[in-house]
């Protein structure tokens, strides 16, 4: 980029530098607005930190709300030896970035899928619905690609938008509204996680546009889901740690809870890991339920190290080569064993200090793109524009 014209880039970390670049003052108003956003200016009130927190506590509980939902169909459990059904993958076609449900459950005789995407929280129950019915075409489009993985031969689809029972009627009256306006692509049906004395997997049946056996699946699940439904707990059960889309923080608190548990029981240090043994814990499919679980959990790991290296939480054992090095042409690859930069010599006080220190990096780092963006527009709001700026300085 010319120095002597206005920025080309519409990136905002670009614009930032060109801004400051040109005039310093306008760093020292990015430090004082990134002060504002963490509360530590006078007055001001921490906008970043429950920000962050609430998005890591959304995403775990989607997380155990999806685990409670799918342990029920272990292919080892008690539902599947009577009816048949079972969970096959978590997010199907995820690796293809298409859109995509939150499970795939199947029957390998009946040829049927149910599509289950849940949702903790339905402030806009349209986006919901929506999701489903693209999960269900990208399903349909791809359902051979699907057979060559899960081995089932898709015919018939079911889709199913599962809550927390509290939440059941809000639900309903999407659907409702929805087929009374002709806009339902799918039948969706109902399912509820029952909190209220253990945890129950019910079938929702009170929708007022559909009659008789509309509300209720065309096949032997349903004589399981409704009326008192199906109990979670008390047998074998698939229960994986993390999904493709979790929050990146609830991945690293699974992911390095393995290695350190694992560490600690066969009496090795737990102040250091390995490479491989994060790769095995990222790529295990008792961690990570999904048919493509190498590759993904492969990918989450190229992100997961250069992050951690870069937040100072982890650096090469006995090995004094900088940071940027690691992180520059993927140095990090090299580099078999890691340390913990964090404090803490026993599994339990490492993996709180990794998880804290983690999410103090990620607020962190919010808070300077914060601040750059607002920067950005301040300029903006005073300048008129990039190319004004220059005029005036003509």
């Known amino acids: 980029m010319d120095d002597d014209s206005a920025p080309e880039s519409e990136d905002i970390d670009d614009l930032y530098e060109w801004i400051v670049d040109h005039h310093s003052r306008w760093r020292e108003t990015k430090d004082e607005i990134k002060k504002e956003l963490l509360g530590e200016?006078?007055?001001?009130?921490?906008?970043?930190?429950?920000?962050?927190?609430?998005?890591?506590?959304?995403e775990k509980d989607h997380d155990e709300l999806l685990?409670?939902?799918?342990?029920?169909?272990?292919?080892?459990?008690?539902?599947?030896?009577?009816?048949?059904?079972?969970?096959?993958?978590?997010?199907?076609?995820?690796?293809?970035?298409?859109?995509?449900?939150?499970?795939?459950?199947?029957?390998?005789?009946?040829?049927?899928?149910?599509?289950?995407?849940?949702?903790?929280?339905?402030?806009k129950p349209g986006v919901a619905l929506e999701q489903i019915f693209d999960a269900a075409e990208e399903v349909r489009e791809n359902r051979d690609y699907l057979r060559e993985r899960t081995g089932l031969e898709i015919e018939n689809i079911d889709?199913?938008?599962?809550?927390?029972?509290?939440?059941?009627?809000?639900?309903?009256?999407?659907?409702?509204?929805?087929?009374?306006?002709?806009?339902?692509?799918?039948?969706?049906?109902?399912?509820?996680l029952n909190r209220f004395t253990g945890e129950v997997l019910q079938l929702y049946e009170n929708i007022e546009t559909r009659e008789g056996s509309e509300t209720s699946h065309n096949h032997g699940l349903t004589n399981l889901l409704s009326g008192d439904g199906i109990?979670?707990?008390?047998?074998s059960e698939v229960t994986p740690e993390f999904f493709p889309s979790s929050h990146f923080a609830n991945i690293i608190q699974a992911a390095f809870s393995d290695v350190l548990w694992g560490r600690e029981r066969a009496e090795d240090p737990v102040t250091k890991f390995t490479q491989e043994e994060l790769t095995e814990a990222l790529t295990s499919q008792n961690n990570l339920l999904h048919y493509s679980a190498d590759s993904i959990g492969r990918r989450i790991r190229d992100?997961?190290?250069?992050?951690?290296?870069?937040?100072?939480?982890?650096?090469?054992?006995?090995?004094?080569?900088?940071?940027?090095?690691?992180?520059?042409?993927?140095?990090?690859?090299?580099i078999k064993v890691f340390e913990y930069s964090v404090e803490g010599r026993t599994t339990e006080t490492v993996l709180a200090n990794l998880r804290e220190d983690y999410f103090d990096s990620e607020v962190e780092e919010r808070a300077e793109e914060m601040a750059r963006e607002r920067t950005v527009e301040r300029f903006q709001d005073e300048s008129g524009s990039f190319d004004e700026f220059f005029d005036d300085k003509e």
């Open 41 to 58: 200016a006078r007055g001001s009130e921490d906008e970043v930190t429950p920000r962050i927190r609430n998005a890591v506590d959304t």
């Open 67 to 123: 685990q409670s939902t799918i342990s029920v169909f272990d292919p080892r459990g008690r539902v599947c030896e009577q009816t048949g059904w079972r969970v096959l993958t978590s997010e199907p076609l995820v690796e293809m970035g298409l859109p995509n449900a939150d499970a795939l459950i199947g029957h390998l005789e009946k040829n049927w899928a149910i599509l289950v995407e849940c949702k903790t929280g339905l402030s």
């Open 159 to 192: 889709c199913v938008l599962c809550v927390p029972s509290e939440m059941d009627w809000r639900a309903a009256d999407t659907i409702e509204d929805y087929e009374r306006q002709g806009k339902a692509r799918e039948q969706v049906y109902i399912w509820r």
């Open 231 to 235: 109990r979670i707990g008390g047998e």
């Open 303 to 334: 992100e997961m190290i250069p992050r951690l290296l870069d937040y100072g939480l982890i650096k090469p054992y006995e090995n004094d080569t900088p940071t940027e090095e690691l992180l520059a042409d993927e140095g990090w690859r090299d």
